[in-house]
Nanobody, 118 residues
Framework: QVQLVESGGGLVQAGGSLRLSCAASRSIFSFNAMGWYRQAPGKQRELVAAITSGSFTNYADSAKGRFTISRDNARNTVYLQMASLKPEDTAVYYC????????????WGKGTLVTVSS
């Protein structure tokens, strides 16, 4: 069973920065992609950023230029560095890992809350 454990959330003022971490219970090389999603109250969960096993990255328009996703293969950890935070970034942030063999599978962490005050 795969476990993904997020950390690094908290309360920050607008314009501030936070770094989220997602520690996996097994080698992150085993995942085709890992990513960060977020869900604000009353809204659907949405992709924030993703990184493939080959380190290709993809960002939501709202995250481009402000957020950076990275991975540390030795630590089995994926990070989301967030800067210039806005109140609309307030959400629970979830770590996700995807595999495609032997079949498509999504793994999720329990989430970490990010609150950005104005």
């Amino acid at each position: 069973q795969v476990q993904l454990v997020e950390s690094g959330g908290g309360l920050v003022q607008a314009g501030g920065s936070l770094r989220l971490s997602c520690a996996a219970s097994r080698s992150i090389f085993s995942f085709n992609a890992m990513g960060w999603y977020r869900q604000a109250p009353g809204k659907q969960r949405e992709l924030v950023a993703a990184i493939t096993s080959g380190s290709f990255t993809n960002y939501a328009d709202s995250a481009k230029g402000r957020f950076t996703i990275s991975r540390d293969n030795a630590r089995n950890t994926v990070y989301l560095q967030m800067a210039s935070l806005k109140p609309e970034d307030t959400a629970v942030y979830y770590c996700n890992a995807k595999t495609i063999f032997p079949g498509p599978m999504d793994y999720w962490g329990k989430g970490t809350l990010v609150t950005v005050s104005s």
